[in-house]
């Protein structure tokens, strides 16, 4: 990661997510659930009990906010997740439908009433938690998208010139290989580019950023659309925190 943040040139992130990755460490295939708890009056409220339950498959993560009100939920696999936020003398406020975004951490900032804990108040609607922790710019595009999009080759660098400030080039139809493009991103050439799945770079060390391995028309492991959850396409360097 340092190194990458060492970057003079654009950097472009892709990052997939395969459905049968494990919630294990900090990866750049997770994201993350930051925000503040307040009373009615405004007041910041510690010990209260966050859980975000995913939507998909269940899996729950459990959270205490801190002396500021604070709390941040992190390694959450990108999807839909139901969060819950519970105190001592105030009424339980349950979201049913957050998104989490792959790579980013989003700020979901709640408001507790005072009541019985047994009285749930439920927020109705989608919620989307909105990324402030960072400056850096990406397109998110999900499998929805993946699947929708037509691919002649099934393969996913052919929608990555869609993002925002980039540009592919014409694919070779007559090369050895699954059509695999490069993209240019604000203007940098391939070799500025890093690609990552679950986290790790897939690039061949003879790449240098570009699809193709070493010269040649074929590119590194190419995964099934139908098997990508999520990818990010980040035309800007990390943020300096």
Request: with cysteine; proline share 3%.
């Amino acid at each position: 990661m340092s190194a990458m943040r060492a970057l003079t040139n654009a950097v472009v992130c892709f990052v997939f997510l395969l459905t049968s990755i494990s919630l294990a460490a900090q990866t750049a295939g997770t994201g993350a659930l930051t925000g503040v708890v307040r009373d009615s009056s405004g007041a910041v409220m510690p010990n209260v009990t966050v859980t975000a339950v995913s939507n998909d498959t269940t899996q729950s993560r459990t959270v205490t906010t801190g002396d500021n009100g604070s709390y941040t939920i992190p390694l959450l696999l990108p999807g839909t997740y139901s969060v819950t936020f519970k105190a001592a003398g105030f009424q339980t406020l349950e979201v049913p439908s957050v998104r989490v975004i792959v790579t980013e951490t989003g700020s979901l900032d709640r408001s507790l009433v005072v009541g019985a804990q047994s009285q749930v108040v439920t927020v109705t609607g989608d919620v989307v938690a909105v990324q402030t922790t960072t400056s850096t710019i990406g397109t998110d595009i999900t499998a929805q998208s993946v699947q929708a999009l037509p691919l002649t080759t099934r393969n996913y660098t052919q929608i990555l010139g869609l993002a925002a400030g980039t540009s592919s080039n014409v694919n070779n139809a007559s090369a050895l290989g699954k059509g695999s493009q490069n993209i240019a991103v604000n203007g940098a050439p391939a070799t500025s580019n890093n690609f990552q799945m679950d986290g790790a770079t897939v690039v061949n060390s003879n790449g240098i950023g570009n699809v193709a391995e070493s010269g040649s028309y074929s590119s590194f492991g190419i995964p099934s659309p139908d098997a990508i959850e999520e990818f990010k396409v980040q035309t800007s360097l990390y943020d300096a925190g």
